[in-house]
């Protein structure tokens, strides 16, 4: 029974330890992103910085608007060439 229950937690931590492994990469990538806007952009990124400093579920908000916005543009824009072309 006990060797059953050991299995088990070594298969979760196992589990978690991927988890937390693929999550950093994806951490140092965005950090990586923002290091570079900042170089490229520095205003741009002060601004992003102290919006969501201020508020950051207000912020979520707006950036999902933001990006319902440009999939509706995206999608139109494409109609829009595809209907052209005929």
Same mark, same amino acid.
């Given at each position: ?14 589990? +978690?330890? @991927?988890?937390?492994?693929?999550? =950093? $990469?994806?951490? &140092?990538?965005?950090? #990586?992103?923002? *290091? ?9 990124? +002060?601004? @992003?910085?102290?919006?969501?400093? =201020? $508020?950051?579920? &207000?912020?979520?908000? #707006?950036?999902? *608007? ?21």
């Amino acid at each position: 029974m006990s060797g059953i229950l050991l299995l088990i937690v070594t298969a979760v931590s196992t589990r +978690l330890a @991927a988890n937390l492994c693929v999550m =950093n $990469n994806r951490l &140092k990538a965005d950090n #990586v992103k923002h *290091r570079m806007i900042k170089k490229v952009y520095p205003d741009i990124a +002060l601004w @992003a910085d102290t919006t969501y400093s =201020n $508020n950051p579920q &207000k912020v979520e908000i #707006v950036n999902e *608007r933001f990006e319902e916005q440009q999939k509706f543009t995206k999608s139109g824009s494409y109609n829009m060439r595809k209907r052209s072309r005929r």
